[in-house]
């Protein structure tokens, strides 16, 4: 930082001049673009290891490989129909469709393509694109005003902002790695290779749990945001629906869902909640832990028995001659407790690495900002 403040001192001290895409691109700077009409018809016709990038705004935008290349040079990407997130491509084979735009940085010695990615990125947290307006090339021309200090100060926060990505990368892998492990840990626990067989029972779901499906809500009382009065969880096939005024079960159950392409998926709940007719609710006749039943649940692969059908769909009649390994209690806890410790480790936002990855985030994106925003520089 210190290098950087004696840059800004040098060059830039009494501020930075502003600009619209729209305007670097009037003085040949940079061009802005769109992809060209890449279906997924080309790409069977066609088939390579080439990555086309789309309008997706996760998986790091690809839509699939093509035998084909449009670019094999470093430029910034966004996706159009997808909210107009921005991505930074470095130089590689790769095409872009045309839902997507394209920006071509072309005086590199006045302007770093890295550090326009990193403005960019900034500045679209605060914008919103939806199917009515576009984050076509001819609106992001006039949405963006972009400091542009000297090359020199450019390149020392790109190298600033460099370090803070990787250290997130980092967390983010080791956090993929661990994740995997724990998914085998809990496999081998749930094998029961250290218990004899006369400790476990091998008994269809239907003689250890009652299954029956929720009920009916209409579309129109579900909100996507918790309210005062609307503030219990609503859970259907799929998972979380909304959010709802009234509740049908309250307490710690297991859910599985029973419509919609995740039928077959498990969840825990613990609380005051509502279970539509799309999902499963799962209440043991038995004493049973509750943490140890969603695990074993997950490490028997529900999803291979739902009907692959138009609407795929899963049925309690089909689920209750499963057979289920049952434990004792005393091994059913046991298991539990160390598998909630994993998963505090790998998925609450307050402990482990999850905390550790959010603070970083965080710390990330305040130093960004302080980073890309500087004095505007008066017109003389």
């Given at each position: 930082m210190k290098s950087l403040n004696g840059l800004l001192?040098?060059?830039?001290?009494?501020?930075?001049?502003?600009?619209?895409l729209g305007d670097l691109e009037d003085k040949g700077m940079l061009r802005l673009g769109r992809g060209d009409v890449i279906s997924k018809m080309d790409m069977s016709a066609t088939p390579g290891d080439f990555p086309v990038y789309s309008s997706s705004a996760t998986s790091n935008g690809l839509f699939g490989r093509y035998g084909k290349y449009m670019f094999d040079d470093e430029r910034i990407t966004w996706s159009?129909?997808?909210?107009?997130?921005?991505?930074?491509?470095?130089?590689?084979?790769?095409?872009?469709?045309?839902?997507?735009?394209w920006l071509n940085v072309l005086q590199k010695d006045q302007l770093s393509t890295r550090f326009l990615y990193y403005v960019l990125i900034s500045a679209w947290g605060g914008?919103?694109?939806n199917y009515s307006v576009k984050a076509h090339p001819?609106?992001?021309?006039?949405?963006?005003?972009?400091?542009?200090?000297?090359?020199?100060?450019?390149?020392?926060?790109?190298?600033?902002?460099d370090k803070f990505t990787r250290l997130e990368a980092e967390l983010e892998a080791e956090l993929a790695l661990r994740t995997t492990q724990y998914e085998q840990y809990r496999y081998q626990l749930l094998k029961f290779e250290t218990l004899k067989a006369s400790e476990l029972r091998k008994i269809p779901m239907r003689d250890l749990l009652k299954m029956q499906a929720g009920k009916f809500i209409s579309a129109t009382e579900i909100q996507s945001e918790p309210t005062?009065?609307?503030?219990?969880?609503?859970?259907?096939?799929n998972g979380l629906r909304g959010y709802v005024s009234r509740y049908s079960h309250d307490g710690q159950f297991v859910l599985i869902g029973r419509q919609g392409a995740l039928s077959g998926n498990?969840?825990?709940?613990?609380g005051r909640f509502y279970a539509t007719e799309h999902a499963i609710v799962v209440t043991p006749k038995e004493e049973t832990d509750t943490v140890w039943l969603f695990h074993s649940l997950i490490s028997m692969n529900l999803n291979q028995y739902v009907s692959r059908g138009a609407q795929p769909g899963l049925a309690v009649s089909n689920l209750e001659n499963i057979e289920i390994v049952?434990?004792?209690?005393?091994?059913?806890?046991?298991?539990?407790?160390?598998?909630?410790?994993?998963?505090?480790?790998?998925?609450?936002?307050?402990?482990?690495?999850?905390?550790?990855?959010?603070?970083?985030?965080?710390q990330y994106e305040y130093y960004r900002n302080k980073l890309l925003t500087f004095k505007e520089l008066e017109a003389v």
């Open positions: 001192q040098q060059y830039c001290s009494d501020g930075v001049s502003y600009f619209k159009i129909d997808g909210g107009g997130k921005f991505f930074y491509r470095r130089a590689h084979k790769y095409s872009v469709t045309n839902v997507c735009g914008r919103t694109y001819s609106v992001i021309r006039e949405d963006y005003a972009i400091p542009v200090p000297p090359i020199e100060v450019q390149h020392e926060i790109v190298t600033i902002l005062r009065g609307a503030p219990f969880p609503c859970y259907g096939g498990i969840k825990i709940t613990d049952v434990p004792s209690l005393e091994h059913q806890s046991q298991v539990s407790r160390i598998l909630q410790a994993f998963d505090a480790l790998l998925n609450d936002d307050l402990v482990g690495l999850p905390a550790e990855i959010t603070a970083r985030r965080k």
